[in-house]
């Protein structure tokens, strides 16, 4: 029996026959990522400008980028105002997602469908509202401006991914605690928290990941020397072009990929919390 | 603890218990650690449903009381309610002296056993029961002593490194009712605790709790739906239904003379009657005198038979001063293994429940569907309640 003719699954259909099954994920795969990918064999060129694929190899783009004060000290701040907005907005969102899980009010619904509006919004249109409020009341071009503006944007992710977390969390376990003496805070330290850690995990990476690669709003509302690095790649797209975007672009493909993965490889196996 | 007095049944039966206030009172020993709890006009609304209408309840110190009543009922709000977790809209609950109507239920030293165990999946068995000693401040071994001790007590010795995930539904039950007690509450809450398990799991656990509840001595509200279980286990049956507190007694008050339709049809198997009342107060059923209503100027009344107190009379038997004998005809038979159920149409075709056993004695000989039969019920086993039947 050669692997053609074995089955693929308990449904006894062949590998042969689930072929057209294999090719359409590989093309629909290969769409997904090949955009992303293709900067890396750029960012590895020798070439004053952009070019696919390289005739010549080197690392001077991730000299350049290494090494300029200027791309440095945007990196700085993209890490600062993404790790601020992670503290922001995850207990946030975990306080947030319990209030709205447990609580029976009518009005859940409504906040909930509220606190997620910056997801469904156009982040140009927040981004617009952002910028003339920040201009009232002199926020533009501050860490905190921009911290407060990407938590909003994190928010939604963090509340959904806890609240996922608390559905397959019984709640009479907390009852139980409070029944045998722990204050309902304790309580929630005790026994719930543990019990959703990796949702609260998950929400805290991927309210880092929102900031880190978020763009709009950096347009707008930071600048100066608290310009994101984001910000400062679409300038260089803008005024000239040369790799050293393709190689910061590999640098946070990488990061933010291997953020996603630990994600998946940290998670408990088997359930999903 | 001691054993406790009980009422005697054939005191209760009949009519004339219904009209004498039957307070079976349970000669409570004080426990070092059990607490009465007294309820007072405790009422709970929601919207403009009635989950507790004013309900007064007294449960005796180290006494097990059921309460008893089908979903929906309010027994789970005034549950949650001695616990703490649900805040009446009026009413007092105190246990012994305190008030604790404003108490939070981490204040309440309260012992709780949940419908599904709520154990802590984070935690393995020792650390389970050793959280309320933790919150405690009782360390090091005087905690793993406790802990031991409580493992020993629902006979699960040496199990305290095990995981949750590596027990049966059994022994879950048992670790949550030794973290409840561990800490020596002044009364233990159980919702329902038997439900997830099996029947014959269930049926083990009911008696292994009572011997427990009566090792330890503690107050015990037990709630559940099922009549059986709350006759099995309770000292005290409260049966409660839309928020209201019917009747309040031993189970075999409840189960001889129920104090109105609902009771009598929600507990036990049972064939309400309706009975015809004659000026001088004497209850008849179609023409037979069973009962007296006495005093009591009610137009409606209503005959309950249970099927296993009714019998099979000889073809010849009459009523008369030790039995009621009605008359029909076999409708079906049903073998149940430990019992046969037989259906009886008594004349106009209203059908009759009768229960028998299945030991050659008892079963109606050559009886056959179609066939006519006589249907015998002792007087002392006539149950008679006030009103009309339930609908």
């Avoid at chain 1, 991730?62 to 440095?72: P, V």
């Avoid at chain 2, 003379?257 to 008849?284: C, H, Q």
Wanted: glycine content about 8%; overall charge neutral; hydrophobic content about 45%.
């Amino acid at each position: 029996m050669n692997w053609w003719n074995r089955p693929a699954a308990d449904t006894q259909i062949t590998h042969g026959g689930r072929l057209w099954l294999y090719v359409l994920s590989a093309i629909i795969m290969l769409l997904l990522v090949a955009p992303t990918l293709i900067v890396v064999p750029m960012s590895f060129s020798d070439s004053q400008y952009l070019e696919f694929p390289p005739s010549t190899w080197s690392l001077r783009w991730y000299e350049e980028y290494l090494g300029s004060t200027k791309w440095m000290r945007a990196t700085a701040t993209s890490f600062q105002v993404g790790l601020l907005t992670m503290l922001v907005a995850t207990p946030l969102g975990v306080m947030a997602a319990y209030a709205l899980f447990v609580s029976r009010h009518r009005a859940t619904k409504a906040i909930f469908l509220l606190l997620i509006t910056p997801m469904i919004v156009p982040v140009i249109l927040i981004a617009i509202g952002t910028f003339y409020a920040y201009g009232r009341v002199g926020m533009n071009n501050t860490i905190a401006g921009l911290v407060l503006a990407h938590s909003a944007l994190a928010l939604p992710i963090a509340i959904i991914v806890v609240t996922a977390g608390l559905r397959s969390y019984d709640l009479s376990q907390e009852q139980v605690a409070r029944s045998l003496g722990a204050t309902r805070t304790k309580a929630f330290f005790l026994i719930t928290l543990p019990q959703i850690r990796f949702s609260v995990i998950t929400a805290a990476l991927l309210s880092f990941l929102t900031s880190f690669d978020e763009v709009i709003i950096a347009i707008f509302v930071s600048g100066g020397t608290n310009a994101t690095l984001t910000k400062h790649m679409f300038a260089a797209l803008r005024d000239y072009i040369d790799p050293t975007i393709a190689a910061i672009s590999t640098i946070m493909v990488i990061l933010s990929s291997a953020l996603l993965l630990s994600i998946q490889f940290l998670g408990p196996r088997g359930s999903k919390n | 603890m001691d054993r406790r007095a009980r009422a005697v049944p054939g005191e209760c039966t009949g009519i004339d218990s219904r009209l004498k206030l039957s307070f079976a009172v349970t000669d409570a020993p004080q426990g070092t650690t059990a607490l009465p709890i007294e309820i007072r006009d405790l009422t709970k609304r929601y919207g403009s449903v009635y989950a507790l209408n004013s309900v007064d309840l007294d449960v005796h110190s180290g006494e097990f009381l059921t309460l008893l009543g089908p979903s929906g009922s309010g027994k789970t709000t005034l549950l949650m309610a001695i616990a703490g977790f649900n805040r009446p809209d009026s009413g007092s609950i105190r246990f012994g002296e305190d008030e604790v109507i404003l108490t939070p239920p981490h204040k309440r030293e309260v012992g709780m056993v949940f419908q599904s165990y709520a154990l802590f999946p984070h935690m393995n068995v020792a650390d389970n029961i050793g959280f309320p000693l933790k919150l405690r401040g009782i360390t090091g071994s005087e905690r793993a002593t406790r802990v031991e001790e409580a493992l020993e007590t629902v006979q699960l010795s040496g199990f305290g490194a095990r995981n949750i995930d590596q027990l049966s539904g059994g022994q879950r039950q048992r670790v949550a009712l030794a973290r409840a007690f561990v800490f020596g509450p002044r009364i233990l809450l159980m919702d329902e605790p038997l439900s997830a398990l099996d029947k014959k799991l269930r049926e083990r656990m009911q008696i292994e709790l009572k011997h427990l509840h009566r090792k330890l001595g503690v107050t015990t509200v037990y709630v559940t739906h099922d009549q059986r279980e709350a006759l099995t286990m309770s000292d005290r049956i409260a049966v409660i239904n839309d928020g209201e507190l019917i009747q309040l007694d031993t189970p075999e008050v409840i189960y001889n003379s129920p104090a109105n339709a609902f009771v009598a049809d929600f507990i036990g198997e049972s064939t309400m009657l309706p009975l015809k009342r004659d000026d001088a107060g004497a209850l008849f059923f179609r023409g037979q005198k069973v009962g007296d209503a006495g005093a009591d100027e009610g137009k409606d009344w209503t005959l309950v038979v249970r099927p296993e107190r009714l019998f099979f009379a000889g073809a010849g038997a009459e009523t008369d001063d030790q039995t009621i004998v009605l008359k029909g005809v076999l409708r079906e038979a049903v073998f149940q293994g430990e019992s046969e159920m037989a259906l009886v149409a008594i004349d106009d075709g209203t059908e009759v429940a009768v229960r028998f056993g299945t030991s050659g004695r008892a079963s109606p000989a050559a009886s056959i569907t179609g066939d006519q039969v006589s249907i015998g019920l002792d007087r002392n086993d006539v149950i008679i309640i006030p009103g009309e039947q339930a609908a």
